[in-house]
């Protein structure tokens, strides 16, 4: 346009060079979104005894690929959770530039072997550091669509030979695919604590007048504990099934307590803190290293309670396994519990058997694997019940769960079995006599509302579930040390997923081929338009008077 | 999808500065005249969304995607008065033979393309989201060239008294076309369920059709006048 150059200093000499200073930086700024967009949960992230766990970055800007095209740093996994094998995540971990899962649509629904499939590589994914971001999205029409979209491109590619033309024009048509997520990195939380709470049953006091020579101190003290998982592969609370243990416990021998005539002679200690084995029981460690702590004098044993209830049903045989460090003698406290809780498991309940499972505590490694093994360094006879035998079981870890009822039942049972063995051990009864029937009955009622505790600190309801029934309750914190924390936590933000259709380079290539060939069309058409003209103005009087003439006449005919 | 991207739909609106270059346009210094009835297409636009915000309902919530017959004919009585504007500008805008028909269309045309695809290229073609619709709002916008002289020519013809009076009907009912293309054309691509690009051609053939008639009226004309 140079020979317009006046006309266009004409709209420069005005003051549009000003509106234009305003108006560029907003077009510039105008950033568009028309993606899709999905809302993933990043991977946990947490350091224990210096040691770094879960997906250590977190923005993802690169192109998505299937599981079976990705190649190099730049490309992103998109992947069905169901797809992924172990060998594939850890190929992904050391060369991709991203994973995103997608998490199946109903765990429950999935065949046993799927399930555990699922759950063996949550649990290496939980195991190790992985220094790409990882994501993790629900089921979701939209994304399906697009992993299906890159994986049959992928396989279409693959198996057809196709010439060099075919294979230029696939790759001019191809449909590529362009994730970002916006996640910022997560800051170490400088305020990550655990919080442990403690209480105990003080025995009664009239009783203890009648026996002149029993110091309250001296009655020897049952120890419960628990922890609560408050973290998974994600940021979610998966299933605390062992808190509403510890809670119903304490509900159903408050009653045992309260009444004089059924007070035992045994102080009941229960203690839960929000650390479970991901975080190496930083909780009870820091509790057995406070001084004043409930006196740890006459300890008869203590119980800890791991993974009581599974969280997804599996075809394993329904068996309580009793974990000890070393395999008790005869006469001790913990081989008479043992067999107690044999009897009881056979009288009480259907189809539950107890086995005692002992592994000695390896001292050079610092990861702990069952809880009691913190208590049994300090000499305190300990032992674990749990539902799983092995201490690397994926269950004790899982965010998967399966529906509220059976979860409930197999609860309802474990806590029956509990509370008759320690009923039958305290009060040295039978095991064939039936103590929690009739008003005392473990219901729906005790575990329900315990079910979906999150932490110690949401919404008090533990502290007060232990204030009501408990004496000297007290909650501690551990905090990591500033230098050097024994454990740290990371502020996890969920993210946002945007997926971006994109083409090729090649394709913007080739479309400015084309667009310059319609434009010489053009050019070429306006060029002989004029040539046109004259051919349709010399027809047009004739031919438009011809037509108009003949249908005059041929209206007159009519 | 790239800052390519949005050059190669730019560069699908040269027709435009080609029409302008080769019409003559450019030698008439013609620029200003343009803008001019860009501005007229600007001042029409605005009387028109005055009227359809006060005088009609507007239901977008509920028929969304829908092609609502009865809305689609009330929304094109509307647009009579971009006749009016063209009428305005062909009274207003000094010029001489063909280039003042050239310099109306091509003024409104401009106009629109800059004020109702500008910010939609800019914004979207330039995204990471790659999307057809870019490429063929560009085409799109070709075809209404052709179409806006067409209505320019048309608007023309209707204004002058020595036109054959047989003529006068046909280019009434050219005009009536034009204007209520957005209900028949478009109605009947949405029943037919056509796709984006086969609507595009039936468009740009619909658009050659009642523009190459129009032509042969007009240079019937305008060899009688003498221009």
Not at chain 1, 264 to 279: A, E, N, Q, V
Not at chain 1, 308 to 319: E, Y
Not at chain 1, 410 to 434: G, N, R
Not at chain 2, 22 to 50: D, N, P, R
């Amino acid at each position: 346009m140079l020979n317009d150059a006046d006309n266009f200093a004409d709209i420069f000499r005005g003051g549009l060079p000003y509106y234009l200073l305003i108006t560029l930086p907003i077009l510039i700024f105008c950033s568009p979104c028309l993606a899709s967009e999905f809302q993933v949960m990043s991977m946990i992230k947490f350091d224990v005894n210096g040691e770094h766990f879960g997906s250590r970055s977190s923005a993802i800007s690169l192109e998505a690929k299937s599981l079976y095209t990705w190649n190099t740093g730049r490309h992103c996994v998109l992947a069905r959770l169901l797809d992924i094998s172990v060998s594939d995540l850890n190929e992904i971990r050391q060369k991709a530039g991203g994973l995103i899962v997608m998490l199946p649509k109903d765990v429950q629904a999935l065949a046993d072997d799927v399930k555990d499939h699922v759950l063996m590589l949550e649990q290496q994914m939980l195991q190790q550091s992985i220094p790409v971001p990882v994501y993790f999205a629900h089921f979701n029409k939209e994304l399906e669509h697009i992993i299906n979209d890159i994986t049959y491109t992928a396989i279409d590619n693959d198996t057809k030979n196709k010439t060099a033309a075919s294979q230029l024009l696939l790759s001019v048509s191809a449909n590529g695919y362009h994730v970002t997520v916006d996640g910022q990195n997560s800051a170490a939380n400088k305020n990550s604590k655990v919080p442990v709470i403690q209480g105990e049953f003080l025995p009664n006091q009239l009783p203890l007048k009648h026996m002149e020579n029993t110091v309250e101190g001296s009655l020897p003290l049952i120890l419960i504990t628990a922890s609560l998982k408050t973290f998974g592969i994600i940021n979610d609370y998966p299933l605390n099934a062992d808190a509403a243990v510890l809670m119903s416990l304490i509900e159903v021998f408050s009653k045992l307590h309260s009444m004089i005539s059924t007070a035992p002679k045994y102080r009941i200690g229960f203690l839960l803190s929000d650390s479970g084995m991901l975080l190496n029981f930083q909780g009870s460690k820091k509790w057995l290293e406070m001084d004043d702590n409930m006196s740890l004098q006459n300890v008869e044993f203590v119980l800890c309670l791991d993974t009581i209830t599974q969280s997804l049903t599996n075809n394993q045989p329904n068996v309580l396994y009793l974990h000890v460090s070393k395999p008790p003698k005869e006469k001790t406290s913990i081989s008479q519990f043992f067999k107690l809780l044999k009897s009881v498991a056979g009288h009480h309940a259907e189809n539950i058997t107890v086995e005692g499972v002992h592994k000695k505590i390896n001292l050079a490694d610092l990861k702990l694997s069952w809880e009691h093994e913190r208590f049994s360094m300090k000499r305190y006879p300990a032992f674990t019940l749990s539902s799983v035998k092995a201490p690397g079981s994926p269950f004790r870890t899982t965010m998967f769960r399966d529906n509220e009822a059976h979860i409930v039942q197999q609860t309802i049972t474990a806590v029956k079995i509990i509370a008759e063995t320690l009923a039958c051990y305290m009060y040295k009864i039978d095991t064939l006599s039936e103590v929690f029937s009739g008003d005392a009955v473990i219901s729906e009622a005790n575990i329900l509302p315990y079910l979906g505790v999150k932490s110690i600190l949401q919404n008090n309801d533990i502290k007060d579930g232990f204030e009501k029934y408990l004496k000297n309750v007290k909650i501690i914190y551990d905090k990591p040390d500033a230098r050097e924390p024994d454990f740290m936590f990371y502020n996890g933000i969920d993210a946002k997923l945007n997926v971006y259709r994109v083409k090729p380079a090649i394709f913007d290539l080739f479309l400015t081929i084309a667009i310059s060939l319609y434009l010489s069309t053009v050019y070429l058409a306006i060029q002989f338009f004029p040539n046109f003209y004259g051919v349709v103005s010399t027809n047009s009087n004739d031919s438009i008077g011809n037509f108009f003439r003949n249908s005059q006449n041929a209206l007159k005919r009519k | 999808m790239t800052l390519y991207h949005f050059g190669n739909c730019v560069a699908l609106l040269m027709p435009y500065y080609f029409t302008y270059k080769y019409s003559g346009l450019s030698e008439y210094g013609a620029f200003w005249k343009c803008v001019q009835a860009g501005c007229i297409y600007i001042f029409t636009q605005l009387c028109k969304m005055l009227v359809l915000a006060t005088f009609f309902y507007s239901d977008t919530s509920s028929n969304s995607g829908e092609f609502n017959f009865f809305t689609e004919i009330l929304r094109c009585s509307v647009d009579v008065a971009d006749l009016l504007g063209f009428a305005l500008i062909l009274s207003r805008i000094p010029g001489k033979g063909h280039s003042k028909l050239i310099t109306a269309g091509l003024g409104w045309a401009t106009a629109e393309v800059i004020l109702s695809r500008g910010i939609m290229l800019w914004v979207g073609a330039r995204g990471t989201e790659f999307s057809w619709i870019y490429i063929q709002k560009c085409l799109e916008s070709n075809v209404l060239l052709v179409q806006h002289l067409t209505t320019a020519t048309l608007i023309w013809l209707f204004t002058r008294h020595d036109l054959n009076k047989a003529l006068k009907p046909l280019v009434s009912i050219l005009l009536a076309v034009t204007v209520f293309k957005g209900v028949w054309l478009e109605g009947m691509l949405h029943i037919l369920s056509i796709g984006a690009w086969s609507a595009i051609a039936i468009k740009a053939l619909v658009a050659a059709v009642i523009g190459f008639c129009s032509l042969h009226i007009y240079a019937g004309l305008a060899q009688q006048i003498g221009i």
